[in-house]
C-alpha cells in the first residue's frame, strides 16, 4: 500500500505570508495527488487535485505542485479563513490513502 | 449535494446501517465513497463502489466488517457496519468522485457515529 507523509505537522504564520506544505509518497504516483481543506466541524473540501490543477471556486492563492513521490501545496498571501488542516491523498490506485494531515495557524 | 444520516449511539457488537442522500447529478454516473475521521484524528478511506454498483473496493482493514452498497432508483449510497467497536467511533462522510477516480471532488457533512455500551 501507498502511504503518504505530510510535513510540517503544523505551523503559525501571518497573514500574508507564503506558506509551503509538503507531501511524499513511498512511492510514484505520477500526479495523482490531491489535496483537501478542513475546517473545525466541517467536511473536507477538495482544493488542488492531480497535483496542480486548482479546484472551482478556490482563490487562485492557493497552487499546487509536483510529480512522482514529492508534491507542495503553496499558499500565498495567507489570509485568516486560511486556518485550517491541509491533507493530501493519492489517487493513483486503491487502496487510496491521506496524509496525516497540516494544521495552519494564523499567528 | 450529499446528506448523510444514520449516525448515532451503537454498542459494541451490533450492526449500524448509514445512509447518504444523493441530488443534483446523475448518480448512477459516479463512484461513490465512504470515508471517516475519528474524534481529533486524520481522514481514512472506508470503501468505495462504482457507478454501476458492480464493483466494489476496500482497504484490508475495512473488508468483511463494512459492506458499502448503492441504490440508483433512490439515489441513495449505503454503509452497513457489523459488529461495531469501539474503534468505529468516527464521523463517517459520503464523497463523490469526479472525472479522475479516487479523488473525492464533493462531501457531504457528515454523520456521528458513538460506539459505546
Known amino acids: 500500500d501507498i502511504q503518504m507523509t505530510q510535513s510540517p505537522s503544523s505551523l503559525s504564520a501571518s497573514v500574508g505570508d507564503r506558506v509551503i506544505i509538503t507531501c511524499r509518497a513511498s512511492e510514484s504516483i505520477s500526479r495523482y495527488l490531491n489535496w483537501y481543506q478542513q475546517k473545525p466541524g466541517k467536511a473536507p473540501q477538495l482544493v488542488i487535485y492531480a497535483a496542480s490543477n486548482v479546484q472551482r471556486g478556490v482563490p487562485s492563492r492557493f497552487s499546487g505542485s509536483g510529480s512522482g513521490t514529492s508534491f507542495s501545496l503553496t499558499i500565498t498571501n495567507l489570509l485568516p479563513e486560511d486556518s485550517a488542516t491541509y491533507y493530501c491523498q493519492q489517487s493513483y490506485s486503491p487502496p487510496s490513502s491521506f496524509g496525516q494531515g497540516t494544521k495552519v495557524e494564523i499567528k | 449535494q450529499l446528506l448523510e444520516s444514520g449516525g448515532g449511539l451503537v454498542q459494541p457488537g451490533r450492526s449500524l446501517r448509514l445512509s447518504c442522500a444523493a441530488s443534483g447529478f446523475t448518480f448512477s454516473s459516479f463512484q461513490m465513497n465512504w470515508v471517516r475521521q475519528a474524534p481529533g484524528k486524520g481522514l481514512e478511506w472506508v470503501s468505495s463502489i462504482s457507478g454501476s454498483g458492480d464493483r466494489t473496493y476496500a482497504p484490508d482493514s475495512m473488508k468483511g466488517r463494512f459492506i458499502i452498497s448503492r441504490d440508483s432508483s433512490k439515489n441513495t449510497l449505503y454503509l452497513e457496519i457489523n459488529n461495531v467497536r469501539g474503534e468505529d467511533t468516527a464521523v463517517y462522510y459520503c464523497?463523490?468522485?469526479?472525472?479522475?477516480?479516487?479523488?473525492?471532488?464533493?462531501w457531504g457533512q457528515g454523520t456521528l457515529v458513538t460506539v459505546s455500551s
Open positions: 464523497a463523490k468522485d469526479g472525472a479522475i477516480r479516487w479523488t473525492f471532488y464533493s
